[in-house]
């Protein structure tokens, strides 16, 4: 039964254009295509990554992090309390009002103090600033890195420049909308990969890939609360990703793989396929222009880049010890405010200062 769907899953009539089966793909003595077989490479190379990214990340996140001045918020640990915990690991870690009230009473502590412990218990959840600046950077090392990698698999090309000729020789050559995003990535990749849309799934790499250099670094600077050079880098983003995705990619990609393949090519299950979802990956595009062109506008009206609606951000410890001594603070500022303008009342009335 396998067998059987293994077959008809790499029928050639699916994947290749009419006349040609996977025998024209074959390996000969001074060409090499790719085959899906290749992909398998994918697993152990995973680890590799994975084994370079924690290296990056301790080894150069963390010290830039320092040196560019990101300080980690200091936190509370929440109370050890094992009501509270099992509620906060079983049921919701921002419990309604109704909740609050009931875990105060079984735990014999007010509202506010159990609204502490869980604000205390979400923040030690989150993940630290240096660790979030280290991330962002490991993504800006692999996307330049990336990046860098297409410019110099196109120098030599004309891809690029006339994106037409993708198709010379074809095939006879060498969160919802997170998670909709990679599973049109990943798919495009496979597929591009399995049918020797090599080419054209290059272009679509490099053509993303660049505004995404921006965007970490972007983070990176938001880390490091450098203001000016964050919202300058913020409107490179938005440039580029404008320019890149909303422009480039239709003109180079989209009416390629639309209207240049058919020159050549009669159409078959593969080209509707790919077609599918590089225009899904456009709506993507899209609707994440709308999302940055939403934070420009916030930009302009606010004079300052603000974090977008998926930034996990740490929550304010406003605990009833913190309350209390902010405000004998408050009554010592007071007290010392009416003490100096009596002090210089009795001055201004005295005869010796006459």
Known sequence: MLATLYESFW?????LPPGYTWADLEDSDDITYPHPKDLLAVVPLTFVLLVIRYGSERIIGLPLSRAMGVRDPRRIKATPNPILE????TQNKKPEKDDLSHLASQCSLSVRQIQCWFRRRRNQERPLMSKKFSESCWRFLFYSTSFLDGLFVFYNETWFGKPETVWDGYPKQDFKEQVVHHFVAVTLILFSYSANFVHIGALVLLLHDVSDIFMEACKMLIYTKWRLARDTMFILFAMVFFICRLILFPIKV???TYYAFLTNYQVFFGYYFANVLLMVLQGLNAF?????LRMFCKLLSDGQVKNDVRSDTE???TSDEQLEMRQQKSGKLRSNDAIDIRARGGLKASPACH
Not at 11 to 15: G, L, T
Not at 288 to 292: K, R, V
């Open 254 to 256: 989209l009416h390629t």
């Open 315 to 317: 929550e304010q410890d």
């Open 288 to 292: 994440w222009f709308f999302l940055i």
């Open 11 to 15: 029928k050639a009539e699916y994947w």
């Open 86 to 89: 099992s509620f906060f690991q």
